[in-house]
């Protein structure tokens, strides 16, 4: 059984920088697409970015877009998500999801996700 284990959430200043990883277990990540969805209070969960099992083809929110940046060494069945330019309406709560699938698939929808992790949390304030 495949287990994904989020880290790396943190309080941080308006403008400053995180990196979340994404640990995986269990299973190899090679054939997994991974996707990164954040929740914040009283709002939907919302997809962030994506990223095929290969790495190869990426995607993103607008919301994020230019700021974020998805990752994934599979060497270590790890997939990294930098967050640069933090805003305040990043503070969320941040997951990881897996889902084995085609080479070059991945989305940004989080029904399309079968395995989860249990979150981080990411706080933006001064």
């Known amino acids: 059984q495949l287990q994904l284990v989020e880290s790396g959430g943190d309080l941080v200043q308006p403008g400053g920088s995180l990196r979340l990883s994404c640990a995986a277990s269990?299973?190899?990540?090679?054939?997994?697409?991974i996707g990164w969805f954040r929740q914040a209070p009283g709002k939907e969960r919302e997809g962030v970015s994506c990223?095929?099992?290969?790495?190869?083809?990426?995607n993103y929110a607008d919301s994020v877009k230019g700021r974020f940046t998805i990752s994934r060494d599979n060497a270590k069945n790890t997939v990294y998500l930098q967050m640069n330019s933090l805003k305040p309406e990043d503070t969320a709560i941040y997951y990881c999801?897996?889902?084995?699938?085609?080479?070059?698939?991945?989305?940004?929808?989080?029904?399309?996700?079968?395995?989860w992790g249990q979150g981080t949390q990411v706080t933006v304030s001064s």
């Open positions: 990223i095929s099992s290969d790495g190869s083809t990426t």
């Open positions: 269990g299973r190899t990540l090679d054939y997994y697409a």
């Open positions: 999801a897996a889902e084995i699938a085609a080479t070059n698939w991945h989305s940004l929808r989080y029904i399309e996700y079968d395995y």
